[in-house]
């Protein structure tokens, strides 16, 4: 659990910890996997399946344009990372959209 919750805090010097920790727990089996533990920008489909099973499942977005704009930002905001580690993803595409405390 620190291991993610110090790669948020990369990008969210005050990352809340319980949000963190519920993404975990909502991954569950995916984390054990290096391929499922990451998410790719550079795969349409994977943006996809991001918006749909978080933005729009987990979070509740009707919205895909906008969905898709938090994506976007989130990717950009990220592009140092080749490897992004998908709970900071998930976490950074919650806060922008106003979400972390939905969790």
């Not at 990717?75 to 490897?83: F, I, K, L, Q, Y």
């Amino acid at each position: 659990m620190s291991e993610y919750l110090e790669d948020v805090q990369r990008y969210d010097a005050n990352a809340d910890e319980a949000a963190v920790k519920k993404i975990v727990s909502h991954l569950g089996i995916a984390l054990r996997s290096r391929d499922s533990s990451l998410v790719s920008c550079s795969d349409p489909s994977e943006l996809a399946r991001v918006r749909e099973k978080w933005c729009e499942k987990k979070l509740g977005s009707t919205n895909d344009a906008a969905s898709d704009e938090v994506i976007a930002k989130v990717c950009a905001e990220m592009s140092g990372d080749r490897n992004k580690n998908r709970v900071t993803f998930y976490y950074l595409v919650a806060k922008h959209m106003g979400k972390l405390g939905d969790l």
